[in-house]
């Protein structure tokens, strides 16, 4: 089974600085997806970002970059120029892409603080 | 695109009865649906997983028979807490996975109250 491992529990950045939440994961297949998502105080799940494994470039989308280290099972992501909105849980999960599972295991989460 | 909504957003309800929280994806047909809990500060721990028009997948050490999930049509998914009882009170949300784009949307979630 697939395990998805987030060691910081909490993490505070500067408003406009940048900021990395780590990420490991567990799995024996080769092929499978991660994602970053985004929880904030509604609770409402909001996908930030997306990382194919077979892809080795690094996924971005605006502030938001990732590190995915496919031989080292990491998958960290980057906010630059943090904003009082990201303020949030993040949560990093994982997707088999293997048959028809689609199941999401996701980490234990990280709450990020913004500080103005 | 890609909404899914959940209701009642907010249920309180006595001990022992029975609530129905429902799942629809508004604008996209979703062949299969997956429940999670959630309690405060802590991660998704996925419940089930329904396919429309068959029975739903249970993960390990979730009670079938008091969790009922009905996948009747691609677009709506309920839930069934059977007799309810305080421990059941958590955050329960719904997500909805579509082919079209091989992605899984989220709907708000529901706030379960047994008191």
Request: aromatic share 12%.
């Given at each position: 089974a697939q395990t998805v491992t987030q060691s910081q529990p909490e993490m505070s950045v500067q408003e406009a600085e940048t900021v990395t939440l780590s990420c490991t994961y567990d799995t024996s297949e080769s092929d499978y997806y991660l994602f970053w998502y985004k929880q904030p105080p509604s609770r409402q799940m909001i996908l930030v970002i997306r990382q194919e494994a077979y892809k080795q470039q690094n996924a971005t989308e605006n502030r938001f970059s990732v590190n995915f280290q496919k031989a080292a099972k990491s998958f960290s992501l980057k906010i630059s120029d943090?904003?009082?909105?990201?303020?949030a849980m993040y949560f990093c999960a994982y997707r088999s892409a293997v048959g028809s599972a689609r199941q999401l295991t996701f980490g234990s989460g990280t709450q990020l603080t913004v500080l103005p | 695109g890609a909404v899914v909504s959940q209701h009642p957003s907010w249920v309180i309800c006595k001990s022992g009865t029975s609530v129905k929280i429902e799942c629809r994806s508004l604008d996209f047909q979703a062949t299969t649906m997956f429940w999670y809990r959630q309690f405060p500060k802590q991660s998704l721990m996925l419940m089930a997983t329904s396919n429309e028009g068959s029975k739903a997948t249970y993960e390990q050490g979730v009670e079938k028979d008091k969790f009922l999930i009905n996948h009747?049509?691609?677009?709506l998914s309920t839930l069934t807490v059977t007799s309810?009882?305080?421990?059941?009170?958590s955050f329960y949300i719904c997500s909805a996975w579509t082919s079209g784009n091989n992605e899984q949307y989220f709907g708000p979630g529901t706030r379960l109250t047994v008191t």
């Amino acid at each position: 089974a697939q395990t998805v491992t987030q060691s910081q529990p909490e993490m505070s950045v500067q408003e406009a600085e940048t900021v990395t939440l780590s990420c490991t994961y567990d799995t024996s297949e080769s092929d499978y997806y991660l994602f970053w998502y985004k929880q904030p105080p509604s609770r409402q799940m909001i996908l930030v970002i997306r990382q194919e494994a077979y892809k080795q470039q690094n996924a971005t989308e605006n502030r938001f970059s990732v590190n995915f280290q496919k031989a080292a099972k990491s998958f960290s992501l980057k906010i630059s120029d943090s904003q009082l909105g990201d303020a949030a849980m993040y949560f990093c999960a994982y997707r088999s892409a293997v048959g028809s599972a689609r199941q999401l295991t996701f980490g234990s989460g990280t709450q990020l603080t913004v500080l103005p | 695109g890609a909404v899914v909504s959940q209701h009642p957003s907010w249920v309180i309800c006595k001990s022992g009865t029975s609530v129905k929280i429902e799942c629809r994806s508004l604008d996209f047909q979703a062949t299969t649906m997956f429940w999670y809990r959630q309690f405060p500060k802590q991660s998704l721990m996925l419940m089930a997983t329904s396919n429309e028009g068959s029975k739903a997948t249970y993960e390990q050490g979730v009670e079938k028979d008091k969790f009922l999930i009905n996948h009747a049509s691609l677009t709506l998914s309920t839930l069934t807490v059977t007799s309810a009882h305080p421990e059941d009170s958590s955050f329960y949300i719904c997500s909805a996975w579509t082919s079209g784009n091989n992605e899984q949307y989220f709907g708000p979630g529901t706030r379960l109250t047994v008191t």
